[in-house]
């Protein structure tokens, strides 16, 4: 009985969920939104992969994790990049240097000014949470192949976002003010990556309010983690809606 009632509070809670509601793969909406959307992931990998090996610039005796990082992330852009062929869909590279160049932007201008603390603020907790995100309402919604490599990705990116994490949480002391102050410039820039990005994804069955609600758990877990307190949280967390 009590299984029965487990697995009904399960269903209603996955309005979305898997269990008869997967889009059509072959519709040629579905392709367009798609062309666009793996383009974002795929283009979101190689600068994961750029990024990790720069900040190992930034902190030589680090280099070799940071590389160790880097590598798995070119990994996944492989495994994107079939999940596209895989559907017989081009991915859209053009749009998806637009899509990042203002976090791109960002992210080497802090790079230029050595300020670490940023780099990893942009690329192991924005960037990861917005992937981890993304990569668990896709899983629910994606088709078989696609599936089972974004379930794959998905275990590497906790690995990364936690490597920022621990950074974090052992410099907060002298990390902190910085971490608030490109919070506030950089938390902005994905909440409007996530509307620009909403149309496609809802056409792929990913609800932009799922994947907002999924960002901001895996994002203030994050900052919770690191040693922030509630009062931090809730205002760092309140740039994404200013
Ligand atoms: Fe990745
Ligand atoms: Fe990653």
């Keep these: 009985m009590q299984t029965v009632e487990t697995h009904q ?15 059509d793969f072959n519709s040629e909406n579905y392709k367009d939104a798609y062309s666009r ?8 990998e190689q600068e994961a992969h750029d990024n990790y090996v720069s900040i190992g610039t930034l902190i030589p005796d680090k280099s070799d994790e940071l590389l160790k990082l880097a590598r798995m992330e070119l990994k996944h852009m492989r495994g994107f990049t079939a999940c596209g062929k895989n559907l017989g869909v081009t991915a859209d590279m053009k749009f998806a240097k637009e899509f990042f160049s203002p976090l791109h932007g960002n992210f080497q201008e802090a790079l230029t ?9 942009i690329q192991a907790i924005l960037i990861e949470a917005f992937a981890i995100s993304a990569y668990h309402v896709y899983i629910r919604v994606a088709d078989p192949f696609a599936k089972k490599i974004t379930e794959g990705v998905v275990k ?10 621990e950074w974090l949480k052992a410099n907060l002391a002298t990390c902190k003010e910085e971490l608030i102050q490109a919070n506030k410039v950089n938390l902005p820039l994905i909440r409007s990556m996530l509307d620009q990005v909403a149309k496609d994804a809802s056409e792929l069955s990913m609800d932009r309010e799922e994947l907002m609600e999924e960002f901001m758990i895996a994002y203030q877990d994050s900052l919770t983690e690191i040693g922030l307190d509630n009062r931090e949280i809730a205002r760092m967390a309140l740039a994404a809606v200013v």
Excluded: M, W
């Design 9 to 23: 509070v399960a269903v209603l809670d996955r309005p979305n969920g898997s269990e008869g509601h997967l889009p």
């Design 37 to 44: 959307i793996n383009a974002i992931v795929i283009e979101g």
């Design 113 to 121: 000014a050595g300020k670490l603390t940023t780099c990893f603020l």
């Design 156 to 165: 590497d990116e906790y690995l990364h976002l936690n490597y920022g994490q």
